[in-house]
T-cell receptor, first 109, second 110 residues
Framework: RKEVEQDPGPFNVPEGATVAFNCTYSNSASQSFFWYRQDCRKEPKLLMSVYSSGNEDGRFTAQLNRASQYISLLIRDSKLSDSATYLCVVNSVGQKVTFGTGTKLQVIP | DVKVTQSSRYLVKRTGEKVFLECVQDMDHENMFWYRQDPGLGLRLIYFSYDVKMKEKGDIPEGYSVSREKKERFSLILESASTNQTSMYLC?????????FGPGTRLLVL
């Protein structure tokens, strides 16, 4: 089983729609969790950390479910500029982090 | 604002050549990393360094070496480039578990 798994997509959604991605992780001792965004042919950039109680940043909501070992990212009111690949990142031991292979989102006009 | 720069955006080399990829960060980060990114495989860690002159193997170190002579600079070396090393190479730096990435170097080995 992969340490971090994501549905590669693509998720094709119309502008204004709400879309959610999940990411599962295998190590129950994982300590911290992140979502990164990667635009086509660019480097990944930190989108948001994921806190145990869930957290929100504008149209983006991140949640953690430790019991089922997954994290989620919800995007409300999708914009064309949200089109990108979203990488799930999990920190398991010390400073070791594992990147998921990413979920591609395409927002359609 | 953290800035991580890489010496080249695009590079074309021939099989057997020695290749140097350089990375510089300006935020006084202790930690620096080299990843490669391939379709369907995601980001894979090649080598990392937690301090000057210190290096640790990542998940796929074979065929690569690194050098960290100064805190701000971390170099990746392909001793004898092979076609299966054609990839996007990303350098990153950090204080902790976050990662600040450089723009990447697309390497093509012919």
């Amino acid at each position: 089983r992969k340490e971090v798994e994501q549905d590669p997509g693509p998720f094709n959604v119309p502008e204004g729609a709400t879309v959610a991605f999940n990411c599962t992780y295998s190590n129950s001792a994982s300590q911290s969790f992140f979502w990164y965004r990667q635009d086509c042919r660019k480097e990944p950039k930190l989108l948001m950390s994921v806190y145990s109680s869930g957290n929100e940043d504008g149209r983006f909501t991140a949640q953690l479910n430790r019991a089922s070992q997954y994290i989620s990212l919800l995007i409300r009111d999708s914009k064309l500029s949200d089109s990108a690949t979203y990488l799930c990142v999990v920190n398991s031991v010390g400073q070791k982090v594992t990147f998921g292979t990413g979920t591609k989102l395409q927002v359609i006009p | 604002d953290v800035k991580v720069t890489q010496s080249s955006r695009y590079l074309v080399k021939r099989t057997g050549e020695k290749v140097f990829l350089e990375c510089v960060q300006d935020m006084d980060h202790e930690n620096m990393f080299w990843y490669r990114q391939d379709p369907g495989l995601g980001l894979r860690l090649i080598y990392f360094s937690y301090d000057v002159k210190m290096k640790e193997k990542g998940d796929i170190p074979e065929g690569y070496s690194v050098s960290r002579e100064k805190k701000e600079r971390f170099s990746l070396i392909l001793e004898s480039a092979s076609t299966n090393q054609t990839s996007m190479y990303l350098c990153a730096s950090s204080w902790g578990t976050d990662r600040y990435f450089g723009p990447g170097t697309r390497l093509l080995v012919l």
